[in-house]
């Protein structure tokens, strides 16, 4: 066996030229489903058949995912996280699913998936070990992409427990080059910043863009609203140096949804739901598609919020005003007139003050200064608020612990021709 730093220089050796992951994909936030949040690393299918990190669970996850709606909106990658391997890898050292857990083997579920019309992911780790104790890619990582590969991998999350930090900047780059060698497009989820930055490393991120489709950024989200407002408050806290990295095919990632388990109201959901989407995240929820209530459900499939999330020019928001506990979020977004972006705006009411509060702010203070002004609409009522110019409040009550979420489309000067289309004359 090779040192470690011998094994690093082949490694590199081995990778030609630019390392450099352009897939193509990603275009637009990833959407899709994860295990880890509300599943965690339950093994024990005696005693819990349907929480079990299993066959069963996924197959069930999919048919959720495809018969009540979700595949319909966007939701579109089903990922399995930690705790799907077995502790040991095969005599020729693949990789393999507990046997038990997963008795069809992983090509079979992943046929299954793709049966539904869904897209298949799969969670790894750049180090030894995962970061349940499982094999991770260390050592491996050419054979672990092809296996990847043959099983019809279409997105692989790589964790970064139990790997020297530096190494990272190394080892993720060559593990996406493998990646893209195999010749099967796979979306690439990175773990890389989040412990170099816990660390005390800056993370490199003009490297990261060109690796990783998304990458996390902060700790793991629980199943709490304490936990979804820390998470803002990091991203808002660093937004100036987050936000210039986040474009189609790269985004950065504050974790998956939790709407639909024990620990958000349907107030919080929404604001869940409007802050991730005006955050250019990747809408990931974990949650049980089997049982989940209703409310929940329309909350996580509002095509309307979800087409700001997915917004074609992929830029990401920021807090642009906080006040007496009240923030308000915007996004610019399309469509772009003479220059001006249309916007979506989120007022976040974090107080708790048990009746809705009264917000009012002109839009200029906000940052929309557009001199024609917008059209806005709600889109959790899908009230409509009229036109409103810079110099308009935008004047709405909002719950505590709950948002209003509009669209404020850009509006032109009526008197200005120049935009309208141009009439091109065909032939002679
Ligand atoms: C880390 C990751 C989580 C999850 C677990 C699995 O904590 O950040 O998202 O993948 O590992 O062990």
Known sequence: MLPRIQQLFLLLLGVSGAICLENGLARTPPMGWMSWERFRCNTDCMAYPDECISDKLFREIADAMSSDGYADVGYEYLIIDDCWLAHNRDANGKLQPDASRFPNGMLDLSDYIHSKGLKFGLYEDYGNFTCAGYPGIIGHMEDDANTFASWGVDYVK??????????????????????????????????????????????????????CNLWRNYGDIQDSWNDVLSIIDY????????????????????????????????????????????????????????????????????KKVIAVNQDPLGMQGRRVYQSDSVEVWTRPITPVQDGQYSYAVV?????????????????????????????FEELFDG????????????????????????????????EDNSLRPHITRVGF
């Not at 080059?177 to 991120?205: A, H």
């Not at 003050?353 to 917008?374: M, V």
């Open 158 to 211: 790589l964790d970064g427990c139990y790997a020297h930090l530096h190494d990272m900047d190394i080892g993720y780059p060559a593990f996406g080059d493998y990646l893209n060698r195999t010749g099967r497009p796979m979306v690439y989820s990175c773990s890389w910043p989040v412990y170099q930055e816990f660390n005390g490393i800056k993370p490199d991120y003009e490297a990261i863009i060109k690796t």
């Open 235 to 302: 991203y808002a806290s660093k937004q100036d140096e987050i936000i210039p990295h986040a474009g189609p095919g790269h985004w950065n990632d504050p974790d998956m949804l939790i709407i639909g388990n024990y620990g958000l109201s349907k107030d919080q959901s929404k604001a869940q739901m409007a802050l991730w989407s005006v955050m250019a995240s990747p809408l990931i929820m974990s949650n049980d598609l089997r049982s989940i209530g209703a409310e929940f459900k329309a909350i996580l499939q509002n």
């Open 347 to 375: 007022v976040l009411n974090r107080r708790t003050d048990g009746t809705p509060y009264r917000f009012s702010q002109s839009l200029q203070k906000l940052g929309l200064t557009n001199p024609a002004g917008y059209a």
């Open 383 to 414: 009230v409509t608020h009229g036109e409103l110019l810079p110099s308009d409040n935008l004047d709405v009550r909002v719950n505590p612990s709950g948002v209003k979420m509009f669209r404020a489309e850009v509006k032109v000067k009526a």
